[in-house]
C-alpha cells in the first residue's frame, strides 16, 4: 500500500483522514465514519444561513488571507527591483568617481614626473 492510498481526502470543514495508524481490522469503519461525518457535515451547513456556513466565514478569510500574502509579495519584489535599481546607479556612480580620481593621480604624477 503506497502512502498516499492511506490517506482519505476531507471535505472543507473536515480534515482528511491518515489511516497509517489505525489498525486493519478498524480501517473500514474509520473510513465509513469518516465519510458519514462528511454527509452529516454538509446537511447541516445547508441547514446553517448563508453568512454561518463554511464557505462563507472560514473559506472567505481563507481567499482573504491568500490576497493579501499575494499582494505582500508584489510589495516585496517591487521592492527588491527597486533596491537593484539603486545598487545599480551607486555601483556606477562608485566606479565613476573612482575613475576620476584615477585619472586625476595619473595627471598629477605626470605632471610631478615633468617637474624633475
Do not use: C, W
Not at 470543514?13 to 489511516?19: E, K, N, P, Y
Request: no cysteine; charged share 30%; aromatic share 6%.
Amino acid at each position: 500500500m503506497s502512502s498516499k492510498s492511506y490517506i482519505i481526502p476531507g471535505y472543507k470543514g473536515i480534515m482528511s483522514l491518515d489511516l497509517q495508524n489505525i489498525d486493519i481490522i478498524h480501517r473500514k469503519q474509520a473510513i465509513d465514519q469518516h465519510y458519514n461525518d462528511i454527509k452529516k457535515y454538509t446537511m447541516d451547513q445547508s441547514e446553517m444561513s448563508p453568512q454561518l456556513r463554511y464557505e462563507n466565514t472560514i473559506e472567505r478569510i481563507q481567499k482573504l488571507h491568500k490576497r493579501d500574502f499575494n499582494a505582500l509579495e508584489k510589495r516585496v519584489l517591487y521592492a527588491k527591483q527597486n533596491q537593484m535599481k539603486l545598487d545599480v546607479i551607486r555601483t556606477n556612480s562608485i566606479i565613476q568617481h573612482q575613475m576620476k580620481l584615477n585619472a586625476e593621480d595619473a595627471i598629477i604624477k605626470l605632471n610631478e614626473s615633468r617637474v624633475k
